[in-house]
């Protein structure tokens, strides 16, 4: 029987997680073996994220037009199409297209998953950043399985993750319709989709009736810890198998131990700011640590110590982005707000990867630095944040 729960949700999203994240470990050991140049983990991240970007106003559109449930399994099928082309690709155009293809996709589930999640929450600010907080400990736990299970499975040959991937793509897709139960969206959607609508720019236009300074401060906030997380997570899976040499299974490995710290601190820390703390100020000093500890990072020459020093900023990574995405929901749950912040950070993953990629070829450390640079940034975006919304008394 299909219902709207959230632990019924929280299930298939967890399991949604692990499938994206299966062949994200073996992409560099593939790479190599196709000899693809160093700047093409860059630039394949980018085009994924670059359509994730263009179609993200569409699937916030469609989420309340056609329903959340058939976006999520609609997505989710789409994505498991595109890396049946990446499985193919042995050049780099059939390459890049086929990660465009998954990026059309991908803001799908993003979209749907997290407004279904705001929804089942109602009007209750508490309940719904307490409901976000789940949320994104699930996403930590289910990306960090993933990259375990993706790593061990390309072990042998990196290919045979994507054929777990592609097989559990549709698996989830199908219990998605099966099992979740369609939560009522706005009422008088039109019939027809308009081309203001499927612009990607128009995320930015249509969100105007709710934009003011301290909503587009937080927006380029979050462009920009969506880049400087990307950049590091690229370089980071890249570098380790490029000038570390480690096997498939030690990425997988790192993120296991990632995900087991970040469910412990999402319901910890997390939850004790989202019941109790001002987001908007304990976000700074988390974003504060992520920048410093990434500044340490190419200066650390003994192995053991650069894994340590980067499994401390992926635990800032899981704590800053529940923060984040519970401010989000505090305000108009709407799929036109989920779609410009979402298409926000896609904006900042294209760049991150890109500069990521190119950065690397110039110097493997240079992609670290950047990282650094951009989170402190924003910590200081999120202190300008917090006065501005200080003044409209909130």
Known sequence: ??????????????????????????????????????????????????????????????????????????????????????????????????RAVTGSFSGGFAIASMSYTARLANT??????????????IQSVGTAMGYFLGGMAGTRDPRDAFRLQIV????????????????????????????????PVSAFIDVRRLLTPALAVFL?????????????DNSFNYYIRDRLGFPTSYNGIIKAVVGLLGLL????????????????????????????????????????????????????????????????????ASGVLYGAYNATRSLGMVIGSLFAGFAYGANPQLPFFGAAAVFLLAALLFYINLKQYRKIGE
């Open 1 to 98: 029987m299909k219902k709207a729960t959230l632990p019924r949700l929280l299930t298939l999203y967890f399991f949604l997680c692990i499938t994206t994240n299966l062949v994200h470990p073996v992409t560099p050991s593939l790479f190599k073996a196709l000899h693809y140049p160093d700047y093409m983990f860059g630039a394949a991240f980018a085009a994924m994220a670059l359509l994730n970007f263009a179609f993200c106003p569409l699937w916030g559109v469609l989420c309340e037009r056609i329903g959340y449930v058939k976006c999520f399994a609609i997505s989710i099928a789409g994505y498991g199409l595109g890396q049946i082309i990446f499985f193919y690709a042995t050049t780099v155009p059939m390459t890049l297209f086929a």
């Open 124 to 137: 209750d600010t508490t309940r719904r950043g307490k409901y976000v907080a789940y949320y994104t400990a």
């Open 168 to 199: 559990m793509s549709f698996c989830v897709a199908a219990f998605i319709l099966l099992t979740l139960k369609e939560i009522k969206t706005a009422e008088g959607a039109k019939s027809r989709l308009t081309l203001h609508e499927i612009n």
């Open 220 to 232: 380029l906030a979050a462009a920009l810890t969506s880049f400087g997380g990307v950049c590091f």
């Open 265 to 332: 601190v999402n319901f910890t820390l997390n939850m004790l700011i989202a019941s109790r703390a001002n987001g908007r100020r304990a976000i700074i000093p988390v974003l504060i640590g992520a920048g410093a500890t990434l500044v340490a990072v190419p200066f650390i020459t003994n192995i053991p110590l650069f894994i340590a020093v980067s499994v401390l900023f992926f635990i800032f990574n899981v704590m800053y982005l529940p923060i984040q995405q519970s401010l989000v929901a505090r305000g108009d």
